[in-house]
């Protein structure tokens, strides 16, 4: 069964970057056709996919986070990592990563159990 576990700040700064890591057991992110996403949830608004690293390494972003998203790993540990930059109180959002079979939402099988991530001064 594959697990996934999202650490990091629950208090950003605007202007700072919000950085995510996503801790994933039961399976390695290097299986093939696995894509390794991170997709969040404002409050009041539906899920949004924000972005993937594939199994293979390659990324790729939503078009309205382009400019401001980083999505890396780390295979020794098993972990996959999001980097926000330029956040602002629109960010705030509750957070998750999670396996999924392609780019994008509703591919998705397993989830971890989400973060809130809040940003303000």
């Known amino acids: 069964q594959v697990q996934l576990q999202e650490s990091g700040p629950g208090l950003v700064k605007p202007s700072q970057t919000l950085s995510l890591t996503c801790t994933v057991s039961?399976?390695?992110?290097?299986?093939?056709?696995?894509?390794w996403s991170w997709i969040r949830q404002p409050p009041g608004k539906r899920l949004e996919w924000m972005g993937a690293?594939?199994?293979?390494?390659?990324?790729e972003y939503s078009p309205s986070l382009e400019s401001r998203i980083s999505i890396s790993r780390d295979t020794s540990k098993n972990q996959f990592t999001l980097q926000l930059s330029s956040v602002t109180p629109e960010d705030t959002a509750v957070y998750h990563c999670?396996?999924?079979?392609?780019?994008?939402?509703?591919?998705?099988?397993?989830w971890g159990q989400g973060t809130q991530v809040t940003v303000s001064s």
């Open positions: 999670a396996r999924a079979v392609y780019y994008g939402l509703g591919y998705a099988d397993y």
């Open positions: 039961g399976g390695s992110i290097t299986t093939d056709h696995y894509y």
């Open positions: 690293i594939a199994y293979s390494g390659d990324t």
